[in-house]
Every structure is written in structure tokens, then in C-alpha cells.
């Protein structure tokens, strides 16, 4: 898969773009690599003309047709409380596309109802809260009502 952005578009953060003011492309290709973490190891990036070019590797329709069917399979096996299964599908996905931020969040979810030893009824608010005190990551996962449960993605 490529894409093609506009250096000046490329976000960093929510609302944050990248500040690129007249840096080399090598310090805005670290730049975005270290923004974006995991996922850049996947990417092939550079600069040209005042655009991004990044390829992710090795990432097909098919390829991503699959990933997309463990990842529905995954949350149907998560609603059903079955969070191991649940656990071992959204692996299966970032084993064939790493950057999929789905299955990350799913799989945070799975870690966090089973450490926690709480069922998948958790209100979203608490498990959001619960993750970003443990690695200050951002979660956004729709409506967090009290006594509503997780939304699996």
C-alpha cells in the first residue's frame, strides 16, 4: 500500500502536525519514524517534491482481506468473553500487517480485562484510564456511559 502526503499534513499527534521548519528529509523521515514507532518499521519513506511517499511492505488486498477476517473473528470472540481466542486472532493480524491499530487496541484491551480479572463489561472510560496510566498512550474507543460495556473495535 502507498501513500502520498503533504510533508506539512503529516500528523504527529491529535491536532499536532509535524514541524518541519526547513529541516533536512532525513531529520523529518526520523522524525515521522519516531512519531509513529512500531508501525514505521514497516514503512518505506521518503521525501520528494514537498510530499511523503510511504509504502508499507508487503501488504496486499488479500493479505489485508485475511487480517480483517481474524480481526472480525477476534472481536465476535472477545464479546463472547473467549479473550484468548480473542487474544491469539489479534496477534495473527500484526503478524501479517503490524500497523493494524485495531488489533492493538483489541489486544490492550484483552491484557487489561485480564490482568484486571474483569470481564469484557468494563465501562470504556475505566479502560481507557487504565491505559494511559500504564504507557500514557492515547485510547479512544466511543461512548464510555457509566455501566456501558467495552467497544471492541
Known amino acids: 500500500m502507498k501513500l502520498m502526503i503533504p510533508v506539512t499534513d503529516i500528523m504527529v499527534a491529535p491536532g499536532g502536525r509535524l514541524n518541519v521548519s526547513d529541516s533536512p528529509d532525513d531529520i523529518v523521515i526520523e522524525k515521522i519514524r519516531n512519531a509513529y514507532g512500531v508501525t514505521a518499521d514497516v514503512?518505506?519513506?521518503?521525501?520528494q517534491n514537498g510530499m511523503v511517499h510511504i509504502e508499507f511492505r508487503n501488504v496486499t488486498p488479500e493479505k489485508?482481506?485475511?487480517?480483517?477476517?481474524?480481526?472480525k473473528k477476534g472481536v465476535s470472540e472477545a464479546e463472547e468473553g473467549r479473550l484468548l481466542k480473542a487474544l491469539k486472532l489479534f496477534q495473527e493480524v500484526l503478524s501479517m500487517i503490524p500497523e493494524n491499530v485495531d488489533a492493538r487496541r483489541n489486544m490492550a484491551r484483552v491484557y487489561l480485562n485480564r490482568a484486571t480479572g474483569k470481564r469484557p463489561r468494563n465501562t470504556c472510560s475505566s479502560a481507557?484510564?487504565?491505559?494511559q496510566r500504564t504507557n500514557g498512550a492515547h485510547c479512544c474507543s466511543g461512548t464510555s456511559m457509566p455501566g456501558t460495556s467495552i467497544t471492541w473495535m
Open 43 to 47: 514503512m518505506d519513506i521518503h521525501i
Open 64 to 71: 489485508v482481506n485475511e487480517a480483517m477476517g481474524k480481526l
Open 128 to 131: 481507557c484510564r487504565s491505559i
